[in-house]
């Protein structure tokens, strides 16, 4: 019969106490290990959503804005880009590749995005596959022709042939003006690459431009009813260029040396501004960075908790065990035996709490992600990080070393004391 | 085959003073033969076996088992020479809890690893059916009668095939009928393994059944009491 078998006896003995301290254990460990993993998962989940979208141009305004409504989709569109500085832009020699962004109106809540086919050629790298690929139909090739993400069509039961009618602005409201003269007919559906981008419905930019006209003759319309000048006539006279316009331009110059040229170039100029998403991401991680502390304190202060709590319980356990350790003596182990099984309970119970507690980490961090990823379309990729076993690890080694109180105590036991106690 | 001289035990007290638990001229016993120790409560009986096992050092003197002296070996040895050639035996059984009969017999084998690993598991069988608990192998110390219980340990007590088995009070927590039980079982047990049995009692009649009787009071080292001739006359082998 082996030491670790008494150990493992010992332990079913008193499996009520046993089973809370490896819960305990498991918990802490848990708790931890899902805060690291969503952390860490989160970022590079944004980073890797805003790998294709390459320098974002858009007019002068808060950066952090133009990452958010062009990345993510989310927070109000700055004002339009000039047509004729986009078109400056997609005619540059240094740029490699141009695609329009425009943001305007929504269906049920899932912002329409007014862009060009070449928006569907976008990569995270030069030798990537395209990022954004066709799970069923085609691309748009005419107005009111609409691309749906996966997310979109999930939700919406959207499906190619299907029609469906804009409502004007980026978010749904109670009260929202539909585009009942236009409706849009999906003709494809991206695969879901688990981003934001996966909530966006795309259509080309005469859609965008021709929706809007519309959306002008009727403010006209509704103005001149109120008795003010302005009239169809008028409005058709104005669509100015901004109405031509795009929110942001998606900019990929040829060379490294382009890219930093123009960034400076944009920067330098009055027209717009020139956003490298990950150095914009970069700032917000920064400000995000105390919440993440905060968030890892809690974490560790569980482990310490928990820590303490396994002291306690191997503490509290000699106090039952001395008589069981005074028989063992009694039968012949010796003193480095004694110490070498209460070592060993110790040893399992971290064992088991740091097994079940990296597998429930991982399992919280992945019901977690699924909420980001339902709720955000963010997608955190939980990755096996070697660093977050070693962490385990130490625990491990900590509260089995936490055993060596209790073990000592059992090492120092008089035997005579306690063996003819009933 | 055991031999005390000269044994004494006592525990220090405040202020300087010691109080004197044990005190033993000299005291013998030969292989296989079986005797009890009498006298009563708190007359120090099952310290003497605390010391003859070495789970106590005696204050002064000299505890000499198969011809080793207890008192030479480090603390290390004496547990693993415990283990190989001392059986013990209780009178509140101190089964180890959680563990099944079988399993408590196996663990004093794992101890004394004199009984090579792959006979363990016979043994304990062919012990425990020696007590009687054949059918009770698996069954854990608290599924089983006080008798039963100290039937287990009378069979973890041989499990090593130990030269002398020391009983503290065997029958004391039993009732009249079992305690007649697990005497006979106890006695005739060391009989067929061969190993001598010092037990502790203080009910005279079982203690006769052993064929020597050992009061205690008459081991104390007093050189002016004629009671020293008694006990140099117990102490010799038979």
Redesign the interface.
């Known amino acids: 019969?082996?030491l670790l078998f008494?150990a493992w006896?010992?332990l079913?003995?008193r499996r009520v106490q046993t089973l809370i301290t490896i819960g305990v254990v498991a918990v802490g460990i848990a708790v931890t290990l899902a805060i690291l993993l969503l952390s860490s998962g989160i970022k590079q989940g944004i980073v890797r959503a805003s790998e294709p979208f390459g320098m974002l141009v858009g007019s002068k305004g808060s950066s952090s804005q133009l990452v958010f409504n062009t990345i993510f989709l989310m927070d109000n569109p700055l004002a339009n880009l000039e047509p004729e500085y986009y078109e400056s832009l997609a005619d540059d020699e240094r740029v490699s590749q141009a695609v329009p962004f425009a943001l305007g109106d929504n269906y049920e809540g899932f912002r329409i995005v007014g862009t060009s086919v070449s928006f569907f050629d976008l990569k995270a790298r030069p030798v990537d596959p395209a990022y954004f690929r066709l799970a069923s139909g085609r691309l748009f090739e005419q107005p009111f022709e609409a691309v749906i993400g996966a997310k979109v069509a999930r939700e919406t039961g959207l499906k190619p042939g299907d029609t469906f009618v804009s409502a004007h602005g980026v978010t749904e409201s109670r009260e929202q003006e539909e585009h009942t003269e236009h409706p849009y007919t999906v003709v494809g559906v991206l695969k879901g690459v688990a981003a934001p981008s996966d909530q966006g419905i795309y259509v080309n930019m005469e859609s965008y431009w021709l929706g809007h006209e519309h959306e002008d003759e009727h403010e006209g319309e509704v103005s001149g009813e109120n008795g003010a000048t302005a009239g169809f006539e008028n409005s058709e006279a104005e669509h100015s260029a901004e109405e031509r316009g795009v929110t942001a331009a998606l900019i990929k110059p040829k060379s490294y040396t382009d890219l930093m040229t123009m960034y400076q170039e944009i920067n330098r100029g009055k027209d717009a501004q020139a956003v490298f998403p990950g150095q914009t991401l970069a700032r917000i991680f920064d400000m995000m960075g105390s919440g993440e502390q905060v968030l890892r304190i809690v974490g560790y202060v569980v482990l310490g908790m928990a820590g303490l709590t396994v002291i306690l319980a191997l503490y509290g356990a000699t106090v039952e065990r001395r008589?069981?350790v005074?028989?063992?003596?009694?039968?012949?182990?010796?003193?480095?035996?004694v110490l070498a099984i209460v070592l060993l309970e110790s040893a399992l119970v971290m064992l088991i709490g740091c097994a079940a507690g990296y597998a429930a980490g991982y399992g919280l961090a992945y019901l977690l992600t699924g909420y980001l990823g339902e709720f955000l379309s963010i997608s955190a990729p939980i990755r096996f990080q070697a660093g977050q076993l070693s962490l385990v690890g130490y625990v491990a080694l900590a509260g089995t070393a936490a055993g060596l109180l209790p073990a000592l105590s059992a090492y120092r036991t008089e035997?005579?004391r306690y063996?003819?106690?009933? | 085959m055991l031999v005390l001289e000269e044994v004494s035990k006592t525990y220090p007290m405040k202020g300087g003073s010691a109080v004197p638990v044990v005190s033993v001229s000299r005291f013998a016993m030969a292989a296989g033969e079986q005797a009890a120790l009498v006298g009563p409560s708190g007359s120090g009986k099952?310290?003497l076996l605390?010391l003859i096992?070495g789970?106590?050092r005696p204050t002064s003197g000299s505890i000499q088992l198969l011809g080793r002296e207890l008192g030479s070996l480090s603390?290390?040895e004496l547990?693993?020479f415990?283990?190989?050639h001392i059986g013990?035996v209780?009178?509140?059984f101190?089964?180890?809890?959680?563990?099944s009969a079988a399993?408590n017999v196996?663990?004093?084998?794992?101890?004394?690893r004199t009984i090579p690993a792959r006979e363990?598991k016979e043994r304990a069988h062919m012990l425990l059916g020696r007590v009687g608990l054949g059918h009770r192998l698996n069954h854990r110390s608290h599924q089983l009668s006080q008798g039963e219980q100290q039937r287990v340990s009378i069979a973890?007590a041989l499990a090593?095939r130990p030269a002398l088995v020391l009983a503290?009070e065997p029958t004391a927590?039993l009732d009249g009928a079992n305690a007649q039980i697990v005497y006979a079982l106890l006695a005739e047990a060391c009989e067929s393994e061969g190993a001598a049995l010092l037990l502790s009692t203080h009910d005279m009649e079982l203690a006769k059944r052993t064929g020597r009787v050992v009061p205690i009071r008459e081991l104390a080292a007093r050189e002016e009491d004629d009671r020293v001739a008694a006990v140099h006359r117990l102490a010799q082998p038979v």
């Open positions: 019969m082996s008494i006896r010992n079913f003995n008589r069981t005074a028989i063992l003596r009694a039968i012949g182990a010796g003193r480095a035996e035997t005579a063996l003819n106690a009933s | 099952s310290t605390h096992s789970v106590l603390e290390a547990d693993r415990r283990a190989k013990y209780f009178q509140s101190n089964l180890l809890p959680g563990f399993e196996m663990a004093a084998m794992g101890f004394g363990r973890r090593n503290d927590s």
